[in-house]
Structure formats: structure tokens, C-alpha cells
């Protein structure tokens, strides 16, 4: 039986918000043990877009847009720090997103969040079609109106997951990988670790930031953590004439050239449960976004496509704080497509919490007892 310590913590999870929390942790010298059924990085992060963009729904919380806006302030300085100490590569750049339409519907939608994001002061160009065009000639012929956000950016996820999870075993964290988790240990309302195949680990504190899959460790306690699967399927095309040069958005989906080459078309929003199946119907809503957003790239080669499961949930809002009726358990888990975008304010702000015991004020709307949850 190991024991990491007083005070100490076990994060279930290596995806964006399990890696992140762990190097905040262990940032702050706290005893950590980060435990992946997989690979870091392996599931949603692996599969991600990757496009950490502006806010973009005025229907959403303050409090969540606060954590997107804070998080994409935060990311300069924090790829430059992991990739100062891990030496990987996470692939961020910065050159612009294009938000575009091409009829006029998502013409007044994408107006109309243009002049919500203006009013949280974010930086958004009104571009005329034209010039929008001759900027970025991959844009489609049909385009009726745009909008640039210079201050947008991508990276690979899964990298950035691997480079968290790596800066914090450096800084003293314990990673385990390819470590199933068993179930939670419990002394009375208390949970004091977790089960492994070989052996039970104890903590003072355990963080569930097992994405889609919370709900299963919830289930066992008897209390829903109302996480879900939703599949999103992604393609990639190479070798066509022309591509972007930045992110291209609109009508639903994403449009994101890649280091390597390719260009990334991006995704599906599927409530099928467990389902990683890459569909025809799947790949033919991408060629028709490709189509709109893209259409140069159609005359280009396939050259992948994948699916992941994001970690949705059914409250519409990340569950982030105590699990009720249990001490020691925390979740945060559920941040369905904007999971890259917040997860460095989130790792902050639960580090923060797990160390002073108190709730941040950001946070306290998305514990599970704010939503309705209990036990």
C-alpha cells in the first residue's frame, strides 16, 4: 500500500484538466499522484481540434466565459513554460481566426455574438467579404460576411496534456499510466484514495477529471455525476491547392491548418453514447462544412479521419467542486467542446481551492450542489 502523504492528492484522469491540475499542483508543492487508465492525452485530448478561441456563447454563464477569457490570456506564458521545461514542442500559434457566413442566418448569428464579444472587450474586426478574400483567398466565393480575431490561436492538445503531465512529474508528481482505476476508497462519507488493480493508493484529497467516464465512478458512490459522452468525428486533407492560413469558423465547425501540412476539418456533435465508429454520415457533414467553410481543400486528398468523445454534461455547465455528501472528493469534469479553452483557469482556481479549502468565487456556480446535484 503506498501513501503519498499528508495534504496530499490523486487526480483520476491524464486528459487537459486531470494534467493540468496536477501541475498546478505540484507547481505549489503539493504531494500529487495523477492516475490515467491509458495513455496522457489519449482520449479527448487526443482528439481534440485544438482551436483556443474567444468566447463565443453570449447564452453561457458570465462565470464560464470568465474562464475561457482568463485561460486564453494565460497561454503565452504558459506553453512557453512547459516547453522551457519539458523541451516538447506544443505546436501553439496565434494567427487569427476567421468567423465567417456565408447566408444570411448565420450572417445575424454571427453578427450578434461579434457585438457580445466586443462588449467583454475582446479584440473582433468587422472585415468586408472582399477584403476578407483577397486577405485569405481560401475562403469561399459565397462568403457573405466575416469577422477576424487576431488574438486566436491552436495548439495540439494532446501535446500540451503530455507536457503538463511531464512538467508536473518533474516538479515531484507521481504519473501513472496505464492504471485502471478500480473504485474510490471510503471510510464511511469519507474517500480516502482509490483502488488499483494491484494496489490501493491513499490521499487526503481525490480529484475526479475522468471526462465522459465520471459518471461511472459516481454511480458507484451512489451519487449521478451527470457526465456524458458526446462523439465528435474530425477529418484531415493534405496535398489540396491552396489552404488557410488561420482558423476558419462558422456554421458549426472548424476549419484548422495543422504543422504537419494538413488541414483539420472539425466535428460532429453526436449524443450516441460510446460509439467511436467513423460514419458515413459523419464524414459527409464535414465534406459539406468543408464545403462552406473550405471548399479548396475538397480538391485535396483524405488523408485521416477520427473521432473522440468530448466530455459533455447534462447540466450544460462543467461540474467543478465537492462532490456532495462525501469529503474528501472533488470533480471537474464535463466541459463538453471548450475543455483546452478553460482548462488553465480551471487547474488554477481548483489547485487554489484544494490548498486554502475555500471555493473560488469563479467556481462556486459550477459545483455539483450549485447545479442541483446531491447525494
Known amino acids: 500500500m503506498t501513501d503519498p502523504g ?12 486531470g494534467s493540468g491540475i496536477a501541475f498546478e499542483l505540484a507547481k505549489r508543492g503539493v504531494p500529487v499522484t495523477l492516475v490515467e487508465r491509458g495513455r496522457i492525452g489519449g482520449e479527448a485530448s487526443w482528439a481534440s481540434a485544438g482551436v483556443i478561441s474567444l468566447p463565443s456563447r453570449p447564452w453561457v ?6 474562464l475561457g477569457r482568463v485561460s486564453l490570456e494565460c497561454y503565452p506564458s504558459l506553453v512557453a513554460e512547459l516547453e522551457e521545461r519539458t523541451g516538447l514542442a506544443i505546436d501553439y500559434r496565434r494567427p487569427g481566426e476567421w468567423v465567417v457566413a456565408v447566408d ?3 450572417a445575424a448569428a454571427e453578427r450578434a455574438v461579434a457585438s457580445w464579444q466586443r462588449g467583454l472587450g475582446l479584440d473582433v474586426e468587422d472585415v468586408p467579404p472582399d477584403v476578407a478574400r483577397k486577405t485569405e483567398p481560401a475562403l469561399p466565393e459565397s462568403l457573405l460576411a466575416a469577422w477576424f480575431h487576431p488574438n486566436v490561436g491552436s495548439l495540439s492538445v494532446y501535446r500540451l496534456t ?3 503531465a511531464m512538467a508536473a512529474r518533474q516538479l515531484g508528481a507521481t504519473v501513472l499510466e496505464e492504471t485502471p482505476v478500480g473504485g474510490l476508497l471510503r471510510e464511511g462519507n469519507r474517500v480516502t484514495g482509490v483502488r488499483l488493480q494491484d494496489r490501493d493508493i491513499r490521499a487526503d484529497m481525490t480529484v475526479l477529471a475522468t471526462g465522459a467516464w465520471t459518471r461511472l465512478l459516481g454511480d458507484a458512490l451512489g451519487v449521478t455525476l451527470p457526465t456524458k459522452p458526446v462523439k465528435g468525428q474530425l477529418i484531415a486533407f493534405a496535398n489540396a491547392p491552396l489552404r488557410p492560413a488561420c482558423v476558419v469558423s462558422g456554421h458549426g465547425g472548424y476549419v484548422r491548418p495543422r504543422p504537419d501540412g494538413t488541414t483539420m476539418v472539425a466535428a460532429t456533435e453526436e449524443d450516441v453514447g460510446f460509439d467511436r465508429r467513423v460514419t458515413g454520415d459523419g464524414v459527409a457533414w ?4 468543408t464545403r462552406t467553410l473550405c471548399p479548396v481543400l475538397l480538391q485535396g486528398e483524405v488523408a485521416e479521419t477520427w473521432t473522440g468523445l468530448r466530455p459533455g454534461s447534462e447540466t450544460g455547465d462543467p461540474l467543478i467542486g465537492p462532490v456532495p455528501g462525501f469529503e474528501g472528493l472533488w470533480v471537474s469534469a464535463g466541459h463538453f467542446r471548450t475543455g483546452a479553452k478553460e482548462a488553465p483557469a480551471t487547474a488554477m482556481l481548483v489547485a487554489e481551492a484544494l490548498i486554502t479549502g475555500k471555493t473560488p468565487p469563479l467556481l462556486a456556480v459550477f459545483s455539483p450542489a450549485a447545479q442541483g446535484i446531491n447525494a
Do not use: K, M, Y
Not at 499528508?6 to 484538466?17: F, N, W
Not at 454563464?61 to 470568465?66: A, S
Open 6 to 17: 499528508r495534504e496530499s492528492v490523486i487526480i483520476t484522469g491524464g486528459g487537459v484538466i
Open 104 to 106: 444570411d442566418e448565420h
Open 286 to 289: 464535414l465534406l459539406e462544412l
Open 61 to 66: 454563464t458570465p462565470e464560464r466565459v470568465e
Open 162 to 164: 503530455q507536457a503538463l
